[in-house]
């Protein structure tokens, strides 16, 4: 079994008399893409607020490289190796795409060690990996959605992370812009950066996670490989609801009738 690169441990926040998440815990492998999902306030954001950073749980603890992170500061826990993109994109609109990507290489876990020149230099390197070096030196707030969401991920690999968590970067993209995003997305995991992706988009998350994890109402209700997870009674009852379980079926039908017909076709002739 791979080495664990983070562990969640009885993690509970509570806001006022409201428990947002409840004993939450899982363990997550090196190099591996976890698919984090759920209905909407299931408490998958306030997870990655919690993870890095942003809240503080009452009860449990965040471990990331065998130390505990949950009272650890978001600047701290980013130069530890954590960083993640957010939602709503949050670029700095009045500079162009590559001062962006360098203010993160500057400030981020081996800002310390490059001068100005370097972390430009950086930011070029990013940029050519998201597809962005075409609009290097476009205010961000020209971009477009796509664009920006591709710049919020060089932003956060500019930070030198060895965990990024992904906070539903394909929200509003067409099928196009998904299949793009999930490429994309796949060249950063197999640069060896772990990846926590939060999203609602079902086919997208189960072609790219090596592992899912379900919140509803605060609490895991599931955890494990992607198609035992999207079977689970429980997952479609709290998620996916019955329309979806049905469709799957019609598909693994059409399939299953597919591969018969393969097998009793005649060979071609030679």
């Not at 001062?99 to 070029?124: I, L, P, Q």
């Not at 379900?214 to 429980?234: C, Q, T, W």
Request: with cysteine; proline share 4%.
């Amino acid at each position: 079994m791979s080495e664990a690169a983070l562990h969640i441990e009885g993690v509970g926040v509570r806001f006022g008399g409201l428990w947002a998440l409840s004993d939450v815990s899982f363990a997550v492998e090196r190099g591996a893409v976890l698919g984090l999902i759920g209905p909407n306030g299931s408490g998958k954001t306030t997870l990655m607020n919690v993870i890095s950073g942003v809240y503080k749980p009452v009860t449990g603890e965040v471990r990331y490289g065998g130390r505990r992170i949950a009272d650890v500061p978001t600047h701290q826990v980013c130069h530890l190796g954590i960083a993640r993109t957010f939602q709503i994109v949050k670029p700095f609109a009045s500079l162009n795409a590559r001062e962006n990507v360098a203010v993160g290489a500057m400030y981020g876990r081996e800002g310390s060690k490059r001068s100005t020149r370097a972390a430009f230099e950086r930011a070029d390197e990013l940029l050519e990996i998201v597809d962005l070096a075409r609009v290097a030196y476009r205010r961000a707030s020209d971009l477009t959605i796509p664009d920006r969401k591709r710049l919020e991920v060089a932003k956060a690999l500019a930070l030198d992370p060895e965990v990024l968590l992904l906070d539903e970067v394909m929200a509003g993209l067409n099928a196009t812009e998904v299949e793009e995003a999930l490429d994309l997305l796949r060249r950063v995991n197999q640069r060896g950066i772990t990846l926590i992706v939060v999203e609602h988009l079902m086919k997208a998350i189960v072609s790219i996670s090596t592992c899912i994890v379900v919140l509803a109402e605060g609490r895991k209700i599931a955890e494990g490989a992607p198609a035992d997870v999207l079977a689970s009674p429980e997952v479609i009852e709290a998620y996916l609801g019955s329309r979806w379980a049905k469709r799957q079926q019609q598909l693994e039908a059409i399939e299953a009738e597919r591969r018969a017909v393969q097998q009793v076709r005649p060979p071609a002739p030679s």
